[in-house]
């Protein structure tokens, strides 16, 4: 079973006038004299109005949830495991897992544990492609650091080259459960999670997560 995410009620209801629109001008001025050019124009059409709505596409999912677990935020891949050091937050080494969405993934985002947002905020930015190294710092971004009793742990969603609009539906104060939603990334993006250092990584670089799904550490 499969829903749109309310985020793309909007770009939907807009894609199909225009989808619309287009093909009845091609129909009405076009299709008399080159029929296979109206029919290229339809095709070519009705894939761009079906990516939008696979694009904003929710599927029905088990999530996963455990106090050992830390659960991916993402859909996508994973493109970086190493020890970093956080500039914006923690001020110190921590152990970043990075997962780079495609255009093709699902974009909602979840929450990786259960605990209290103590940190959010967003930073205006550039707009490199998502899976240069460079963007965890320069892209637009949002961040947000939840407490969980384990330790902190910092979520960043990253705008990519095609990504305009990130959206966070968290505040600080709030009480959030693991796998909950967290927000969306419109148009192919990046997250990053900076983990406690000595976290056990359950994942490998280049393997394919699912947000509110996949084991990405342990604590």
């Known amino acids: ?23 009845l001008l ?23 109005a079906l990516f939008l709505v696979s694009f904003f596409r929710v599927p029905q999912r088990k999530l996963t949830t455990g106090d050992n677990y830390i659960v991916c935020p993402a859909d996508g891949k994973v493109v970086v495991i190493e020890e970093t050091f956080d500039q ?11 997962i780079f969405m495609s255009p093709a993934n699902v974009h909602q985002n979840r929450v990786p544990v259960a605990g ?13 492609v998502a899976w240069d190294p460079k963007s ?13 009793l384990k330790g902190d742990v ?8 095609l990504a305009k609009r990130i959206v966070n539906y968290l505040a600080i104060g709030q009480k959030v459960e693991q796998s909950a939603e967290m927000g969306f ?11 406690p250092p000595g976290t056990k990584v359950k994942v490998g670089l280049k ?3 699912q947000g509110g799904v996949t084991v990405l550490a342990e604590w």
């Open 116 to 128: 209290e947002v103590i940190y959010n905020q967003y930073h205006k930015g550039k707009y490199l």
């Open 185 to 195: 990334i419109k148009f192919g993006s990046r997250v990053d999670l900076l983990l």
């Open 154 to 161: 910092l979520v960043k969603q990253i705008a990519g080259a």
């Open 1 to 23: 079973m499969m829903t749109i995410h309310k985020e793309g009620y909007k770009t939907i209801a807009i894609g199909f006038i225009m989808f619309a629109g287009i093909n």
């Open 26 to 48: 091609s129909f009405y001025f076009i299709s008399f004299h080159f029929p296979w050019l109206s029919w290229l124009i339809f095709i070519i059409t009705l894939f761009l």
């Open 207 to 209: 393997q394919a997560v």
């Open 88 to 98: 914006e937050y923690f001020k110190a080494n921590r152990l970043q897992i990075s």
């Open 136 to 148: 965890s710092t320069q892209n637009e971004r949002h961040s947000v650091v939840i407490n969980n």
